[in-house]
């Protein structure tokens, strides 16, 4: 069949070519579409995973902003009190209430936002990495928070009388400093606390064993002794000693990990 010629002289395009074309152009769309399916359907659960941690997160803000007031007391105990604390800034006393409520909320709103990472991960992965994982996420909370709790209870009661009464000349300690210090060391030392499941992993990816660890423990010891000197506010052999007794024995705690995890 002939084409038809246009008066121009060029073959004019049939209707039919036109729907043909659609018609690929349409079909091509939609495979594209359906490989695209999975990955849009990820997005959309990261995106009201994300959500779900945001408004947890609010709440517990909120909930902490009607206890700030206590938490600010409760905190300020090692330093005796918060009359032993001194403004210099007529905004300063504000500016740690806010702090202390955000990180307040946020320390309540973390059992949430881990759910919702760890909800978000766990289909995607093998029914063993999914064992791994639902071990490893409450561990590491766990060592944490022991962090924080050694901190709470045996560092800073020896620590912040130290430091305020030393030569004898009196301190004031002004908000901003005081609170400062005291969450910087609490979680610094919750990180130092994560040793064992660090070491556990790293045994569980092969790249070292208990047996390399044991033998090891000389430069162990060296390195605890730079973290001690890192994270604590003095060099001083108390302070120092209290660090690394701890972590000599989380030490030991993931050379016995590293050996179930090598058996298995």
């Not at 990180?191 to 992993?201: G, R, Y």
């Amino acid at each position: 069949m002939k084409n038809t010629v246009s008066i121009s002289g060029k073959p004019k395009r049939r209707w039919s070519n036109i729907f043909r074309a659609f018609g690929r152009a349409h079909r091509k769309a939609s495979v594209q579409m359906e490989s695209s399916a999975p990955l849009l359907q990820h997005l959309n659960e990261l995106r009201v995973r994300i959500f779900k941690a945001f408004f947890a997160l609010i709440i517990t803000t909120g909930i902490s902003f009607a206890f700030s007031q206590q938490l600010i007391e409760y905190l300020a105990g090692p330093i005796g009190g918060i009359s032993r604390l001194v403004s210099i800034e007529l905004t300063e006393n504000i500016a740690i209430f806010m702090q202390v409520s955000l990180l307040g909320g946020f320390v309540l709103g973390m059992p949430v936002i881990l759910y919702q990472i760890v909800a978000f991960i766990l289909p995607g992965l093998k029914r063993s990495e999914q064992i791994w994982l639902l071990i490893m996420v409450p561990f590491a909370a766990l060592l944490f928070v022991a962090g924080v709790v050694f901190t709470w209870f045996v560092m800073l009661p020896v620590a912040v009388p130290f430091l305020a009464g030393f030569l004898g000349i009196t301190t004031q300690v002004r908000p901003e400093n005081y609170f400062k210090f005291i969450t910087n060391l609490m979680f610094w030392i919750g990180i130092c606390f994560e040793m064992p499941m660090v070491l556990m992993f790293l045994a569980k990816l092969k790249f070292v064993s208990a047996k390399q660890l044991a033998q090891g423990w000389r430069y162990a010891i060296v390195i605890m002794a730079i973290v001690a000197a890192a994270v604590t506010p003095t060099v001083d052999p108390i302070n120092m000693g209290l660090v690394m007794a701890p972590l000599a024995g989380l030490y030991v705690i993931s050379i016995i990990l590293a050996a179930i995890v090598n058996r298995g």
